[in-house]
Structure formats: C-alpha cells, structure tokens
C-alpha cells in the first residue's frame, strides 16, 4: 500500500471512529505491550511483542513498519544521548508456558529502518530466570535516573517477583556485581518513572489476553528510593500486591496495560499503553496515547477531549472566551421583593442562536473573554477534522460557534479572531492538549507567516492573545466546561 | 417567640427591606444627591489628587499612570449601565462633544464648551495607582451619576518599545486611544479590575505618545487604571509620564 493508500484508510477509518468522540489512535495501530514511545528524527515509534512495531508520523496515525529483531515479548526503549536503547525478553513465558525467560538490550543510532544508519547491536543479556524461581525474566521497563544518570531496568509478570537490576548507561550492560532486589509481586510489565522527588513504579494488574474479556489496568505505587519500597496511596507495599489506579477501561477499550510515559514539555506529558480489546475494531489490541496528569503527587490517566459543545473558560480568572458582539439582554427582570411567593413558577426558555445572530457582524468577528452566561456567543463546538491528521495522541480540531460555521482562527499578528466560514486553513486547526495538571493548552496547528509555537493565552481577563506557553502562569490554560 | 411578636418582627423586617431596596434601587440608579451628600458642603479632592507639576513623573512601582489631564465630567442620560454594549459604546465615544475631542492636548485650566456648559481641564496626579473619577467630580461639586469623562495624558519614552500591550480597568465601560488609533474598548457594565483588558501588541514610540481614554458611567463609582505591559507582561516603567 503506497502514502495515499495507507492515507486514505486512515481517513476513511477515523471518519468511522471519530463519530463516537473519542478514538484510540488512527491508521492500523495494531499492537501488544507496546514500549515507550521514542521519537527519531521527526517520527514516532513504539516497538511490540513478537518483533516489530508501529511508526507514526504525526503521533496520531499510526501504521506497522518498526524495526526490532530478537522477536520476544514487550520490549521497552529509551533515548541515551544519541543513541536508543532497546530491551526486550527474549521468551513469550507467561501462565501457560515455562518461566525460563531472558532480558537483553541492544543499541541503535537511529530507529528509522529506511537509514544508513540503522543497525542494532547485537544483544547482551542482562537477566534471566531459570524457570523454577520467583520471577519469570519479561516485561523490561527502564529508568534512567535524571538525578544521577544511572540506568534502571525493572522485570517481571506473575510468577513471583517484580525485580529490579542496574544496567551500565554506557553499554547496556549489567552493573558488575549488580544483584537483583525484589520490589513487588502481582503485576507485570512494569516501568519506571521519576517525578518531583518521587521514584514511581507502574505494573500493570488483572489479565491479559483474553480480548473484551481481559481485566488489565495499570497500577502504581511510589518511593522516595529507587530500590523502594513502593507504596500505593493506602501505604500498601506493592510486594504485597499494593497499587493504586491510573487506568482501567473507558469507553469502549477495554483491558489497558503497559505503561510508557513521554515528556513532551513542562506540562505536557501523554502515556502510551494498548488496550487489550477496542471493541471498534474488532476486539483487537491497539495502542493508546492519553494525556498523563500529575494528581496530588500520583500519575492518572488524563482525557483526550471529546468532542462537543462547551464553554472554554479560561483559568487565569474564570472568565469565558467569546465573540466581541453586542450583549443581547433577555426579557424580564428582577421579579423584585415581597411578591407572592404562591405564585405559580414556569420555565424561562434560555436564549437560543436565532435571538441574536442577526444582530452580529457578517465578516471577521473579534474575540475576547468575559463573565459566563451562557449565551450563544459563549458557545463552542469542537470538532474533530479528520483529514488534517494530528499530533502525539490526538487529531487536529476546529473550534466554531454553537450551531454556526464561524470558526477560531489566529491572525498573522498572533491575535484571535473568528472567520465566518470554517476553510480548513491551518490557522484554523487547533490543537488541545490536556495538562499535567488537569487544565488544557489550546494551540493553533500554525501561526500566520510565522514558525513560533504559540498557545491560546489570557493577556488579560478579558482579552485573548496568542503567545509562547508557559505551564506556570495560568494565562496558558483553559477549561471545557460542558453545562 | 410568641405568635404576635413573631408576625411583628416578621412585619418590621419587611418593611426594612422595601425601605432599604426603595433606598439602594434610588441611590444605585440615580440620585446624584441624598441627604448625606446635601450636607457634605466643603469638598475637596486633594484626599486623592494632588496638581500636576513640571517634575518628572515616573509610573508608579507597578507602572500604573498616575499624571493625567481629567476633563470635568460630561452629563449624559445614562440611567443603567446595562446599555453598554460594544455598538452603543463607540456611538457614544465617536460622538463629537467638544472642538479637536480627538488631536486636543489640553493645558491645565483650559475649559471646552459642550453643550452650552464650560467644563474645565485640570492635571492631576492621582495619589493611588488608579483614577477615582467618582471623587474627581464629587469634590468638585459636579455630577457624578450618568456622566462621561475624558483622559489624557503624554507618555515619553527614551527608545521605542515594540509589542508592548495598553492594559486597563475601569469603571464602568471605557474607550482608550494611543497615538489617535484605537487601543482597546471596554464594554458591558463592568468594575475596575488591574489588567482587566489588553490592546494587541503596540509600539511606544521613541519621545512623545499621547494616550487618550473616556469613561462612562450611569450609577455607581467611576475610576480607571493604566498601565504598559510589556512582551514578557511586565510593567513598562521606563517612561515619564506629562501633560504636555
């Protein structure tokens, strides 16, 4: 299947998919234990069980085409200065079969397969088990510790111990006298995380492979330690099956397991995992990409924003984003005091479109932000647009009035406005990113005669700009409401 | 309780409430003159003004602008600040009320005729990093309710300052111009907050700027406060503020 084969299946599927407001990603995202996606030379990729893996070019459509020998089960990767570090088990192990398993890492410069440069290392083992101990040597995760730049690898299912070994950052190898330490039991396919003073130890609990049937979810307990102990949020040792919840089912995908985070920016962080069964497509398992947010000190699946209509409030004081258009009272007043409370009640019908489009301008309207009233001019349809493909999680969107065509769009001088007509132009593609904090990032897909990245922001309360984002100030973060 | 007292109190309670709404609803909409103020004879506005003088004037820490040149206020029929929709706003504000309303760099004392009355320019520094027009007028013994007011004021700035945002609150809607273009609208029945809205990016030229405003007002307290934000928005303090 050549580009516009393969584009056109993907359109055609996520015009399929889209309807239901809320898709995995597009393409044929097929995959199981999916590692941590890395991205390379301006793709993305994430490698799976059995060999091979998907390559995304926008983040959001994904299609096979990764490279990984050594076959085996749920390989995990991480970025080392310029080189990529892939580690995977080199047997399938599990509850029917024997626990005899193996990790190994190998190297690579570059994960496009179509380089020069592409060439994996040959493998080197790093753990093992022989089949009778507490552990079964699969599911690799790695860690490297930003705080002292060692490298940790976590492995393990079921069958006994979640156990934990230090590699050499520089050559992938075992730590010389390195022994293995214990840190938990009853998950599997685990990874490392570090956040803010804390070590985080995510597994993912319940069972695989059983389609619409399985029960994974991914679990996490924490430590001020690597070694741990990891506790959940009770004080539950994971070694004693502790672990609180980050994902479980939703929607219609069913079974999340395998864990791998990535750090876009400050704020900005998405996880991968595969859902044992999207019952879209066929029960089948495809890779999900969620925003990860940061809750209290714990890791929580966010929410790729479905589509609807909302108000977009901003978070700098609460105010809504709307049309800079005449305010359209509606009838009545204060009843007024001492009136007679016996007096029979009846619904006030709310102010619809048709009240007061007419009395707005025909061409660009200005846009600026004010107290919510629920009004039409303070009503927004998001919706996603299929055929302008995406980022790392999520499809582009275009943002119009409730019931209109009149879109966002931004200006070449990195302001707002609203156009009458949605065209599909760029500057009329949003991008909305959940953050770490809960809150959403608005981006435009681009600006005008520019190449900046800038986000929707709050000037001032009552005035929209665009500008650089910045995950402190509450100028850069928006709320959907849905009331 | 018993039953009687209760109804009494009940009684008493009501009759406060239509007092008070009777009073507020008057005081809020309209009345420019109650018992209290009758009696308020010697008035002043030197509690919040002070005259402008040749010294060099700096925004203040937070680079608000304090030197301004206040127009007595102009009387209008405005009874309700509901009306103060975006349209109504720059039909009010593009309404011509005195000769050069919109090149006129007025001097103090100087006075304009509109419609048959001379009002009178006076340049002022605000002792607080807003303007409260509410006491501009009260201490002058003018109207304070349904009244307009013009601003100007002369910002010198030793380089030119790109993308740098007119940043204003005021009380209630209000009109603001930089070097005769239009810088930001502010509409709708609306109260004095610190950056409340932001004009698109500007330029402060290199020497002189002057930055114009008008303010609105049916009911209630009038003020404004300016300032200049700049890309990063922080304040611009690196001007001086005159007025000439």
């Not at chain 1, 310029?82 to 626990?99: D, F, I, K, P």
């Not at chain 1, 934990?164 to 938990?184: S, W, Y």
């Not at chain 2, 603001?176 to 990016?201: C, F």
Request: aromatic share 10%; with cysteine; net charge negative.
């Amino acid at each position: 299947m050549n580009f516009h084969h393969t584009l056109k299946a993907g359109i055609a599927i996520l015009f399929i998919f889209i309807a239901g407001a809320v898709t995995a990603q597009i393409g044929k995202p097929f995959i199981h234990d999916p590692s941590t996606i890395m991205e390379c030379e301006g793709k993305y990729y994430t490698f799976g069980t059995g060999g091979g893996g998907l390559i995304s070019d926008d983040g959001w459509s994904w299609n096979s085409g990764a490279v990984r020998p050594g076959g085996g089960a749920a390989p995990d990767a991480i970025k080392i200065g310029e080189r990529y570090l892939v580690v995977y088990g080199a047997t399938g192990g599990g509850l029917g079969g024997g626990h005899n398993g193996r990790i190994l890492t190998m190297w690579n410069k570059t994960l496009d397969p179509t380089s020069p440069d592409f060439k994996f290392s040959e493998p080197v083992l790093v753990a093992q088990s022989d089949g009778v101990e507490d552990n079964d040597a699969i599911d690799p995760g790695l860690l490297l510790d930003p705080n002292d730049g060692r490298l940790w690898c976590s492995y393990g299912t079921y069958f006994g111990f979640i156990r934990l070994i230090e590699l050499d950052p520089a050559t992938g190898k075992r730590v010389e006298g390195n022994e293995a330490i214990d840190i938990a039991i009853d998950c599997e396919a685990t990874d490392l995380e570090y956040h803010d003073g804390w070590y985080y130890l995510l597994g993912t609990h319940g069972t695989c492979c059983d389609g619409a049937n399985s029960t994974y979810n991914i679990v996490v307990g924490r430590s001020r330690k690597v070694t741990g102990p990891y506790l959940d949020n009770m004080g539950r040792d994971m070694l004693k099956g502790g672990g609180k919840m980050v994902l479980a089912a939703r929607d219609r995908f069913i079974g999340p397991g395998h864990f791998g985070r990535v750090v876009l920016e400050e704020g900005v962080e998405k996880m991968s995992c595969h859902y044992e069964a999207d019952l879209d497509q066929s029960g089948r398992s495809v890779l999900g990409i969620l925003p990860l947010l940061w809750k209290n000190g714990w890791p929580v699946a966010g929410d790729n924003l479905r589509e609807g209509t909302y108000e977009i409030e901003s978070e700098r004081r609460g105010y809504a984003l709307e049309l800079a258009v005449d305010f359209v009272r509606m009838p009545g007043r204060m009843r007024g005091f001492n009136r007679d409370n016996d007096e029979p009640v009846k619904p006030i019908a709310s102010q619809q479109l048709d009240d007061v489009i007419q009395t707005w301008p025909a061409g660009n309207i200005g846009v600026r932000i004010g107290d919510y009233m629920v009004r039409p001019h303070q009503r927004w349809t998001i919706t996603a647009v299929p055929e302008a493909g995406g980022y790392l999680g999520g499809p582009y969107y275009k943002i119009t009035i409730a019931g209109t065509n009149r879109a966002l769009a931004a200006t070449a001088a990195a302001e707002v406005i609203t156009v009458p007509t949605f065209t599909g132009a760029p500057e009329q593609l949003w991008r909305i990113d959940q953050l770490t904090d809960g809150t959403y990032r608005i981006m435009p897909k681009t600006v005008p005669d520019s190449n900046e990245k800038l986000a929707l922001v709050s000037s001032g309360d009552s005035t929209p700009t665009l500008a650089k984002f910045d995950m402190s100030s509450d100028n850069s973060k928006w709320n959907f409401r849905d009331h | 309780m018993k039953k009687k007292q209760k109804t009494m109190l009940l009684t008493a309670i009501a009759v406060m409430f239509t007092v008070a709404g009777l009073q507020a609803q008057t005081g809020r909409a309209w009345s420019q003159h109650d018992e209290a103020v009758a009696r308020d004879t010697v008035r002043s506005i030197d509690r919040y003004f002070t005259p402008a003088t040749k010294a060099v004037k700096a925004p203040d820490e937070e680079g608000f602008i304090q030197r301004w040149l206040l127009l007595e206020p102009i009387e209008t029929a405005v009874r309700s600040n509901t009306i103060f929709t975006d349209s109504y706003l720059r039909n009010a504000f593009d309404t011509l009320y005195f000769q050069n309303q919109f090149t006129l760099l007025p001097r103090d004392g100087e006075t304009v005729k509109v419609g048959g009355r001379d009002l009178t320019w006076h340049a002022l520094d605000s002792k607080l990093f807003n303007v409260k027009l509410f006491r501009f007028a009260y201490g002058l013994h003018k109207p304070v309710y349904g009244v307009l007011f013009w601003a100007v004021t002369v910002i010198n700035s030793p380089v030119e300052i790109k993308n740098v945002r007119l940043s204003a609150g005021s009380n209630s809607a209000s009109m603001w111009w930089l070097n005769g273009e239009e810088a930001l609208l502010l509409s709708g029945d609306r109260r004095m907050v610190m950056d409340d809205g932001l004009s698109h990016r500007l330029t402060l030229k290199k020497g002189r700027n002057i930055l114009r405003g008008a303010v609105i007002n049916g009911p209630g307290m009038s003020d404004f406060c300016i300032r200049f934000l700049d890309e990063q928005g922080e304040p611009v303090k690196n001007i001086q503020i005159s007025c000439e």
